[in-house]
Every structure is written in C-alpha cells, then in structure tokens.
T-cell receptor
C-alpha cells in the first residue's frame, strides 16, 4: 500500500488566492482527518470524516476553510481566500474502522506558504 | 474530557545513554495511549500504543513505554539513544468513554548528541 497520499507537497501562494489541498487515504480506512501544524499551536485537528461524512469540524478556524470528501478515496481542504496566517503544514491522516487499534496513518503533509 | 501533557519542549541526551520523554494524561474512563514520532519534513509515524494488558509496551525502533495508572503517565523510553532517534515525539490519548478521536500533545523535541 502506498500509504496516505497528499498533494501538492509544497504550495506557495499570494494572500487572497484560493488554495486546495488534496488527500487520498489508505484504501479501506473509514476515518479521515485533517490536521494543521505550526510552531505556535502545535498539531491541531481541523476536521474529521467517518465514511465520507463530516463528523466534527469544530477545529476549522473560520469560514474561509472548507473540507469535502466526495468519495472514500479522496478529500480536499480548501482555503478561500488565503491569508499569511494560514501558512503551516497541513496533514491528512486515515484510520481503519477497527476501534481497537485507533492507529492513525499520516501523509507526508503539504507545506503551505501564503505571502 | 480527555487531555494530554508533554511537560518538556525539548530533551537532550548523549548517544548511548538512556532516554525518557514524558507524557501525562487525563481521562474520565480508561485511557488508550499512543506515541508517534515525526522526523524532519515527514508526517507522524506510529511508534506504540497501550490499550490494555501489560503496563510495559514495546514498540518500533527499540522504544518502549510504561503505563502508570496511579501517576496517569505514559513515558516513552529507550535504553540506549541513537543520533538517528533525534525527532519530534507526540503523545496522544483517547478516552474509552469519550470521542473516537485521540488528543495529541504539543510534542517534545528529542536531540541526541554524538
């Protein structure tokens, strides 16, 4: 298995532009998570999905952020419009349905820089 | 409610010496505890977990962690540190009576000096 795949790996954009981050979870995993990592705040959970349905988006910082999961193999995190304070590394992770394991498998991350 | 604390932002240790990275937690029910490691420019990787059973849990790369219920701790340990162990380590906890989703600590940077 290729693991969790994220694209792009690096994104540099200007303030006000729309940014879309993409994630392909591990096949068969029912849970998908989006995290943001910064030096100031550490690792923050933004939103998570179960069977493609958003369950908790209380971590989404504001309305400029939105996430979708149109099918079991694809999710997007969109920022519109982007701001310099959105600069961070964004991770996608997936987890199997088996509740006894709870291990999360993280992708390599997308490093976002908003100028 | 579930929470986890990693009281040290950074731990320094000499190569060959034992290392400990500390983690304490708070839950309402029983804790499910995890350690993850993040190498530079990489995503987090699972190291080990405690769900039930033996208090000493062995994981990847020679790491182990000891669950201590009375002290609500789950410290990560390794008998002999390697320079290649230098990374960011995250502790996470999930409450058996709460959300499916674990809460991660802020991370501890481990630096192993040659």
């Amino acid at each position: 298995d290729a693991g969790v795949i994220q694209s792009p790996r690096h994104e540099v954009t200007e303030m006000g532009q729309e940014v879309t981050l993409r994630c392909k979870p591990i096949s068969g995993h029912d849970y998908l998570f989006w995290y943001r990592q910064t030096m100031m705040r550490g690792l923050e959970l933004l939103i998570y999905f179960n069977n493609n349905v958003p369950i908790d988006d209380s971590g989404m910082p504001e309305d400029r952020f939105s996430a979708k999961m149109p099918n079991a193999s694809f999710s997007t995190l969109k920022i519109q419009p982007s701001e310099p304070r959105d600069s961070a590394v964004y991770f996608c992770a997936s987890s199997p349905r088996d509740g006894s394991t709870d291990t999360q498998y993280f992708g390599p991350g997308t490093r976002l820089t908003v100028l | 409610a579930q929470s986890v604390a990693q009281p040290e932002d950074q731990v320094n240790v000499a190569e060959g010496n034992p290392l400990t990275v500390k983690c304490t937690y708070s839950v309402s029910g029983n804790p499910y505890l995890f350690w993850y490691v993040q190498y530079p420019n990489r995503g987090l990787q699972f190291l080990l977990k405690y769900i039930t059973g033996d208090n000493l849990v062995k994981g990847s790369y020679g790491f182990e962690a000891e669950f201590n219920k009375s002290q609500t701790s789950f410290h990560l340990k390794k008998p002999s540190a390697l320079v290649s162990d230098s990374a960011l380590y995250f502790c996470a906890v999930r409450d058996s009576e709460g959300s499916y989703i674990p809460t991660f600590g802020r991370g501890t940077s481990l630096i192993v000096h040659p």
